[in-house]
């Protein structure tokens, strides 16, 4: 449905007269529109045990968790921020929450770990640690281990505020162990399912970015480049760990396509672009337990999504028909794809959260953000 322009009905209002018909319409408060929801931003635990979510306290939004059958009045806060948190995930053995957050505004990011099942006797906030605690530090996450879910690969600044060196981080005892020095304009490092260090991306003083295969503690190998006006990013790895989905828009490609990039000789194989030919691509899903692609989206006027997995496929038009003309998307999953939460919306429709177990195809609603 086409719609007026916000600043047209704004200058339409200006010049409109008072009349009985304009003190008769109530005036919407901004905060439905600008303020905060009420609840945004849910993920399952990988086990469905938990649902965490954000939501206000002491007027910032901040982490709250819940166990998947208690109702939303019963959620419990897990931390007290004064700042906005930039966003939080689950470890992958659901032991804990990690966020990430700066210090009173001052852009210097640490990340911080939670235990979500953390109860106090007295009442008070359960403790989060800080992972990162340096000063003036920026700490980046590069990848989050399946295989081990107490590591996290992160960056940190604190031996060259301009680059990150690479470090394997525990999540329980916060040791980190350095992987790899940055002296080399390293930008990005990108590990495959194994946790292997496989590619890192260097950008040069033009903009150009390289991507290089790691041949050994000390030898880097170009494989790939973009230049400044190009974008050509690693989306994950092929089962058996000898490719990558790479997503580029190099040379003559016009939108985004999907390659399988063999690192160790350079070739490339297009697996998929847009087969409208309208957009770029835009998403890759990729189970992390079975390794297989799952499926891939683009998004114009509405979002379609190619699935590789039938079952799956099958599942979302099971939901298509139960939102007829709603938009659905994937918001969160137990680490079997077993349930979700999805959220559904539509240009009529205010956005809602629902639970969807596929083994039964039950459908559960969690909550309206606004």
Not at 134 to 143: D, F, G, K, S, W
Request: net charge negative.
């Amino acid at each position: 449905m086409w719609r007026y322009p916000l600043f047209f009905c704004l200058n339409m209002l200006t010049f409109m007269p008072v009349t009985t018909y304009g003190q008769n319409t109530p005036l919407l408060d901004r905060d439905l529109f600008f303020g905060n929801p009420e609840i945004s931003g849910g993920q399952l635990s990988p086990d469905g045990r938990w649902i965490a979510f954000m939501k206000e306290y002491g007027g910032i939004m901040n982490i709250w968790v819940k166990s998947f059958d208690a109702p939303f009045e019963q959620a419990r806060p897990l931390t007290d921020s004064k700042r906005p948190l930039y966003g939080f995930f689950w470890s992958f053995d659901g032991k804990y929450i990690l966020y990430v957050r700066d210090k009173d505004g001052d852009e210097n990011i640490n990340v911080f770990a939670v235990d979500p099942a953390a109860v106090n006797t007295d009442g008070s906030m359960p403790a989060s640690r800080n992972l990162t605690p340096l000063e003036e530090v920026t700490a980046q996450i590069y990848a989050v281990s399946l295989n081990n879910p107490d590591l996290l690969m992160v960056g940190l600044n604190d031996r060259d505020k301009a680059w990150h060196d690479l470090y394997r981080l525990s999540i329980s005892t916060g040791e980190r162990t350095l992987l790899y020095e940055n002296k080399d304009r390293i930008t990005a490092y990108d590990f495959d399912w194994d946790d292997n260090l496989r590619l890192l991306y260097r950008t040069d003083e033009q903009g150009t970015t390289t991507l290089l295969r790691m041949d050994g503690p000390d030898k880097l190998t170009p494989i790939y480049e973009t230049l400044v006006t190009e974008q050509a990013y690693v989306a994950g790895w092929s089962a058996d760990n000898t490719k990558a989905y790479l997503v580029s828009n190099k040379g003559d490609l016009n939108l985004s396509t999907l390659f399988l990039l063999d690192p160790v000789t350079g070739s490339m194989e297009e697996v998929e672009k847009d087969p409208l030919n309208r957009v770029d691509l835009g998403g890759v899903f990729l189970d992390p337990q079975t390794r297989r692609l799952i499926n891939t989206s683009y998004t114009d006027d509405r979002t379609r999504i190619y699935w590789r997995d039938k079952d799956l496929e099958a599942d979302y038009a099971y939901l298509r028909s139960r939102f007829p003309g709603r938009e659905i998307s994937i918001q969160s999953a137990t680490l079997d794809l077993r349930q979700f939460l999805v959220t559904v919306w539509g240009d009529r429709y205010a956005s809602e959260s629902w639970f969807f177990d596929r083994m039964d195809r039950r459908l559960i609603l969690q909550y309206t953000p606004r």
